[in-house]
Nanobody, 129 residues
Framework: QVQLVESGGGLVQAGGSLRLSCAVS????????MGWFRQAPGKEREFVAA???????????YYADSVKGRFTISRDNAKNPVYLQKNSLNPEDTAVYYC???????????????????WGQGTQVTVSS
C-alpha cells in the first residue's frame, strides 16, 4: 500500500521558517514528479511547488507566484523524497499542506491537482501575526 506522510508542520510566528518533509512507503517515486499543495480554511486546494525527476541532469522546479523566492522544494529520492523549506512565512501561508506524487515525463513539473496520483493526509501549518 502506497503512503505519503507529511511532517514538520506546526505553529510559527510571521517571518519564521518551517521545513516540511514527505516520507514515502510502498513504492519508490524516483521517476515521479513531486509536488506540494495547500488548502486554507474555506478555500480550494492550491498548487504551491513542484519538482521534476531526471536521471541525467538537474531536476527542475516550479513555484506558485505567492511563494516564489520564499519557499524551496527539493528531493533526494530516499526515504523522504521531497522537502519544502518555507521562509519568511506570513499569516496567508496558514493552511494544511499536502505532499503529492504524479507519474510524468522527465523534467516536467505538474501544477494541476489532477496530474497527481498519490496524496498524503496533510500537515497543518499555522502562522501567527
Amino acid at each position: 500500500q502506497v503512503q505519503l506522510v507529511e511532517s514538520g508542520g506546526g505553529l510559527v510566528q510571521a517571518g519564521g521558517s518551517l521545513r516540511l518533509s514527505c516520507a514515502v512507503s510502498g513504492r519508490t517515486f524516483s521517476r515521479y514528479a513531486m509536488g506540494w499543495f495547500r488548502q486554507a480554511p474555506g478555500k480550494e486546494r492550491e498548487f504551491v511547488a513542484a519538482i521534476s525527476w531526471n536521471l541525467w541532469s538537474a531536476t527542475r522546479t516550479y513555484y506558485a507566484d505567492s511563494v516564489k523566492g520564499r519557499f524551496t522544494i527539493s528531493r533526494d529520492n530516499a526515504k523522504n523524497p521531497v522537502y519544502l523549506q518555507k521562509n519568511s512565512l506570513n499569516p496567508e501561508d496558514t493552511a494544511v499542506y499536502y505532499c503529492a506524487a504524479g507519474r510524468s515525463g522527465a523534467g516536467l513539473t505538474p501544477r494541476s491537482f489532477n496530474e497527481y496520483e498519490y496524496w498524503g493526509q496533510g500537515t497543518q501549518v499555522t502562522v501567527s501575526s
